[in-house]
Structure formats: structure tokens, C-alpha cells
């Protein structure tokens, strides 16, 4: 029995993001009997309970703002370490989800080490980037990182763009890496087009179906939010652009409205967020097209469900996402007047280019991006190692 240990997502049953929905679709999923999985759950208390059949442990952190995080992580790997030895577990690997305990990692990879346990490490997709951190945080994030691709026994990369820039950016250390992608699913939302819940959702934005154009996503400048509005307000198109992003109280949203005036457009609609994940992939099915400016990290889930869902795609053209969207999108950049041009040019297209769009995105995902195929990636990945 090959026991793997799952640390670093907030845990299951998925409420959160992408790592949390990962683990739900790995354990629910699973076909091996050969893997037990074990898998961390931040939470009030240092209970264990079973879930997708699997074990999972919860670990209390207390709340020490920005840094949780990394000590729910050590916490983690700690309870890891100690469960192995208490029950003299062999053949065990720890999977750790983000590089964010480098400083503290070699001193728990060696004690693992000693009994046998393999680390793998997802190192995610270029934290240090991220606008939300302030210099000392982004070098702590890059630091991070080094350290644990110094020290993984292997690098599990949801992106060939990110494995590209661990093996370039960390070749003294030789890392060894594999590729497995992120997952999604292509099937049509359980909500009807009648459905009371869209209905009043479209008729409360004055927004009609099929007649916007949609964004989703955290709302923060690396997601080129200032590039598609200013774009999309120099466009002719009659439709509206529908925003779905929680920007309460957010700094970024009043400097971009000074900055735009986005306001004095009546199509620009900062509709707030929506957490029905039905009424959301309804709304996604019947926008006229999905807007997709991340340019920082790997895999992104929310241009993979856009890709499942949307007919049309437009995509910042950048190595993770032209990687990911292929032939089944089209593409933008940030010169001024390109997006808008494209905008223009979509608002014309033909409802068979639509729907042959459409069929090329689903496609992609049916091919490449489905879950099936990243769990039996992934059993084989831990069953062979």
C-alpha cells in the first residue's frame, strides 16, 4: 500500500480554490486500491475524520495574519512525519502544494528522508509576482521557492511553462520534474435558461443572454483588468462587459476608476461576485464571450472551466495561456487598440466560427485537461515511485 500525504490546500471538502478542488477530484476520483491517501485540513481543532473515503487530519493554526499559512504548512508536515514514524509506515510519499516553507523544509526533508519518505512538490505558479505582496514578502516567496526545488525529491508542474522556468531559473540544483496538468469538466450546467435563479440574476444586471461579454476572477492588477476595460471601452461593440470579482473596499478598483472613468460607460457592469457555481457556469455558458488576462502563474482553473464552458475565448498572449487554450481560443496583447480591434472583429463573427471555436476549446479540455486523466496520471505517478 503506498500511503500519500496530501498538504498545503485548506483542505476537504472543497470550499476554496484550485488546490482544495484538486484534492476533492484526486480522492473522490480515485481507482488504485494500492493508494491510501492522507490529507491535511486547516481547522479549529486537531480532530481526524474520513471524507471520499479517505483519512483526513485537521490542524489547528492559530491566527497570525499573513504568516498562517506557512505555519499551518510546517504544522502539517510535522503531523506527517509524526504519524509515519508512530505507525511505522512504509513505502509513504508527502506531496506538498506550493513552495511556501522553503526556509523551514530541508531540516523535515532530511528527518523524512532518514525513514524512507519521498517529497514531491507542486510549486504552483510564480507567487513572487503577485501584486498583493510587498517586496519583503515577494523576496521571502522567491527564496521559498529556491529552496524547495533545491531540496524536492521531484517538482510536479500543472504547466509546461512553469516546469520550462524551474529547470532554466534552477538548473545548479538539477531539479527533477514531471508534467501533470490541472483538471476540468465539460458538461452543461444542471440549471435551465428559464431557470427563476438567472432570470432575476440577468434582469438585476440588466444584462440579456448571450449579449455579454464576461470576466471572472480575483480582482488585482496582474489580471490586466485596466488593459481589457480601457480596450473594451474602445471598442464599438453594443454588448456589455460583465465583471464578476469581489471589489469591496479594494484599493486597485477606485484607482482604476480614476484612471478610466469606467463608470461613464453604461457596459462596463461590476456585477459582484457570484458563489452559486451553478448560476456561475450558467452565466459563463451564455456569455457571448470570456475575457481571460492572467498573465502570472501556470494552469489557471478558471480559463479551463471558461474553455468547458464559454463558446468563445479571448486570451492574454502569454506562454501559460496560449499553452493551455491552443487553437481552441483567440488572442490578445497589450498593445493599445489590439484588444479593442478584436473585440470588433468577434462582435462579426458567424455562428459557425462560434460554435467551431466552441467545439475546439471543449475539445481541448476532453483531451488534455479532463479529470480522468489527471487522476491516472497521478496513481500512476505515486504508484511508480
Known sequence: MKNVFIIGSKGIPAKYGGFE??????????????????VSCMAEDNEEFYHNNVRCFNVKVPNIGSAKA???????LKECLNYIKEKKLTNSIVYVLACRIGPFFAQYKRALE??????FVNPDGHEWKRSKWNYYIRQYWKLSERLMVKH????VCDSRGIEDYIQKDYQRYSPKTTFIAYGATVEEAPLSST?????????????????????VGRFVPENNYELMIREFMASNSKKDLVIISNVEQNSFYEELLKRTNFNQDSRIKFVGTVYDQELLQKIREQAYGYFHGHEVG??????????????LNLLLDVVFNKEVGAEG????????????????????????????????????ILSEYSWEKIIHEYEMLFLKN
Open 70 to 76: 506557512v505555519l499551518y504548512d510546517i504544522l502539517s
Open 152 to 155: 524536492a525529491d521531484l517538482l
Open 195 to 215: 431557470s427563476s435563479k438567472l432570470t432575476e440574476w440577468y434582469q438585476k444586471n440588466g444584462v440579456e443572454a448571450f449579449e455579454y461579454y464576461l470576466i
Open 298 to 311: 501556470g494552469t489557471n482553473p478558471s480559463l479551463l472551466e471558461a474553455l468547458a464552458s464559454t463558446r
Open 21 to 38: 478542488t484538486f484534492v476533492e477530484y484526486l480522492t473522490k476520483m480515485k481507482v488504485s486500491e494500492e493508494i491510501a491517501y492522507h
Open 114 to 119: 532518514k525513514i524512507g519518505v519521498q517529497v
Open 329 to 364: 481560443a483567440v488572442y490578445f496583447n497589450k498593445d493599445k487598440g489590439n484588444l479593442a480591434n478584436l473585440v470588433d472583429s468577434a462582435d462579426l463573427y458567424n455562428i459557425d466560427t462560434i460554435n467551431l471555436m466552441s467545439k475546439k476549446a471543449k475539445q481541448r
